[in-house]
């Protein structure tokens, strides 16, 4: 008797989940013919390829089947993680047929690894490569990680109206860009972390990030224009942004990250709006003279953590 068959698809699909990967889900076809085409409708699709086998275009082509045999209206959950040997075929058209999937179908959370290239292309005239992310108005989180040398562009023509978290790492997005998706296209976004990202083609003295919903920032850039920091969010209440000169208007804040070895100077990094109490400092990079000079702009502060020391002092 096959039991398999008789089986719901709410049933078979909550047990393909559990895999947690969509080639492992895809292979249970050989268990049953009712089986065979399961997988297509699952609401999550997970692609990691850290155990991908050779040849290195064998991953690439098993996202591009995956997406193109998926059959679900919606996406809940679509994580790609490439391997690092395929990082030479991470070309940017290669990768925007995926993000044009998720534009169109996702409704829930994106996660998108590409491998970082020790050795970049040396040739003479090479350019960088422009990676657009097509508006997702059913996203609602995004975690990119992607390679220095691609140029991250949000399409402009819509939005990203559902999205909430939104992580980038190393990549390289122009300033302005950022500004807009901030504070127009994102009406919902709570959490911004850039990490590693180098913001290019600065012409005014600030970026400006203003948005009415922004909770939690963390600001790790590496460009040098790109020190200088215009903050308009009076829902803010974390802040991690090590810049030179900083104008941060933040009513609410009560959590700060100071990740910085020079003391803090009222003058350049200016806390505008915001309170004398903080519910916790943590000081990543100490020195008394770091800790002597924010105690001069905050009065209280109920757990202070310091770095490179157990120590949590609580006031």
Known sequence: MDRISDLHDALLHNILL??????????????????????????????????????????????????????????????????FPCCCLCRANRIAPWLRFASQRLQGKIFLGLPRCIHMPSQPGVCPEELELPPCDGATGMELSLPESFILRFGLAGSFAALTDLTIH??????RDLEA??????????????????????SGVFIRLRSPSLERLWFYVNNEKSHHLEVAAPELRLLSAPVVDARISA?????????????????????????????????????????????????????????????????
């Open 170 to 175: 190393s990549a390289s997005m122009e300033a």
């Open 18 to 83: 559990r895999l947690r990967s969509a080639p492992a889900a895809a292979r249970t076809s050989v268990l049953s013919r009712r089986w065979r085409h399961v997988w297509v409708h699952l609401p999550e699709l997970v692609l990691h390829g850290r155990h991908a086998p050779a040849p290195k275009t064998s991953f690439l082509n098993s996202v591009d089947a995956a997406l193109a045999a998926h059959s679900a209206p919606a996406v809940l959950n679509l994580e790609i993680d490439v391997p």
């Open 251 to 315: 009513p609410k804040l009560c959590h700060v990250i100071w990740f910085s070895d020079d003391a803090y100077d009222p003058q350049r990094y200016q806390f505008i709006d915001a309170g004398r109490h903080l519910r916790q400092l943590d000081i990543r990079r100490w020195s008394r003279n770091t800790l002597a000079s924010l105690k001069r702009r905050f009065d209280s502060v109920e757990i202070l953590g310091l770095s490179w020391s157990s120590l949590e002092v609580r006031l």
């Open 181 to 202: 998706l901030v504070s127009s296209q994102c009406p919902r976004l709570t959490t911004l972390v850039l990490f590693n990202v180098a913001l290019v083609t600065v």
